[in-house]
């Protein structure tokens, strides 16, 4: 895991300052969406900032360093949680960073998220996180509604349509040696994104039919065209998608894409996705 260069390690011995500990934390609890106990941030900050000299030093009578006790005063005095840059939490429960929190990360170490070239720290920084790619499924079913309200086949056709285009554009990632990405909550619901050579594609799915063709193509420009605009402050170089099920009967969709940077793609045409709009 990258950390930005105002808080990296110290030379040689070091001594450090309770509150030299608050930016290196706060970078580390915005990694982890579920957060991270005491014992988890000690063994971090440990790893990364490799205390030594004084700080290594046995409290008497106790079992933690010096580091690791201003690592748990961090907790016990209040430090990140009255400025509310860290969500309170009962002992031993994951400390988790608030939007307040990133907010004051992001100022306090001189935006350095934007220069990082670790994409997960930058993303979390901003609000956003890449996480692992969550198979979308593709046998689920709709629960019967009222007569008439929607047709239950419509929906479940939708969705299964969906699930399978989103699956297959994951696989083609992986078979091209990337790495596919779903969002996890925070400023971008993206469908699936991934980093390749030339930055973060971010990719928004959408099935159709001869009815919504036209509904959908729309609002699947609207969506991925927002989510590009909100992931530049994790990375200037966004490629944004859209992936249909199957080609679009209206020819006119492939040129308004186009037109504003968006790649209009599906199944045969994936490939596409490996070169400029």
């Given at each position: 895991m990258a950390i930005p260069p105002s808080i990296r390690a110290k030379a040689g011995v070091t001594e450090y300052g309770e509150r030299e500990l608050v930016l290196p934390t706060?970078?580390?609890?915005?990694?982890?969406?579920d957060g991270l106990t005491t014992s988890q941030l000690i063994r971090l900050l440990v790893e990364h900032l490799r205390p030594d000299g004084p700080d290594m030093a046995i409290l008497g009578g106790r079992r933690d360093t010096h580091f690791s006790q201003k690592v748990r005063n961090l907790v016990s005095h209040d430090t990140l949680t009255d400025p509310?840059?860290?969500?309170?939490?009962?002992a031993r429960r994951p400390h988790r960073i608030t939007d307040a929190g990133r907010a004051h990360l992001a100022a306090e170490s001189g935006m350095w998220a934007g220069d990082s070239d670790d994409l997960e720290i930058r993303a979390a920084?901003?609000?956003?996180?890449?996480?692992?790619?969550?198979?979308?499924?593709?046998?689920?079913?709709?629960?019967?509604?009222?007569?008439?309200?929607?047709?239950?086949?419509?929906?479940?056709?939708?969705?299964?349509?969906?699930?399978?285009?989103?699956?297959?554009?994951?696989?083609?990632?992986?078979?091209?040696?990337?790495?596919?990405?779903?969002?996890?909550?925070?400023?971008?619901?993206?469908?699936?994104?991934?980093?390749?050579?030339?930055?973060?594609?971010?990719?928004?799915?959408?099935?159709?039919?001869?009815?919504?063709?036209?509904?959908?193509?729309?609002?699947?420009?609207?969506?991925?065209?927002?989510?590009?605009?909100?992931?530049?402050?994790?990375?200037?170089?966004?490629?944004?998608?859209?992936?249909?099920e199957r080609e679009p009967a209206d020819t006119r969709g492939r040129d308004l894409c186009r037109s504003v940077g968006v790649q209009l793609v599906w199944p045969e045409v994936f490939d596409d996705l490996s070169i400029d709009a």
């Open positions: 706060l970078a580390f609890l915005a990694s982890e969406p509310g840059w860290v969500e309170p939490t009962p920084v901003a609000g956003t996180v890449l996480g692992d790619y969550r198979r979308a499924d593709e046998t689920r079913r709709t629960a019967p509604r009222e007569p008439f309200e929607m047709d239950p086949d419509a929906i479940d056709r939708a969705s299964t349509a969906h699930a399978a285009t989103q699956n297959a554009i994951a696989d083609w990632v992986r078979d091209h040696g990337w790495t596919p990405r779903s969002s996890v909550g925070g400023i971008a619901e993206f469908d699936i994104a991934w980093e390749d050579d030339r930055g973060l594609v971010v990719v928004e799915v959408k099935s159709l039919t001869p009815r919504n063709e036209t509904k959908q193509l729309r609002l699947g420009l609207g969506q991925v065209l927002h989510y590009g605009e909100l992931l530049r402050s994790v990375t200037a170089r966004v490629r944004p998608a859209l992936a249909v």
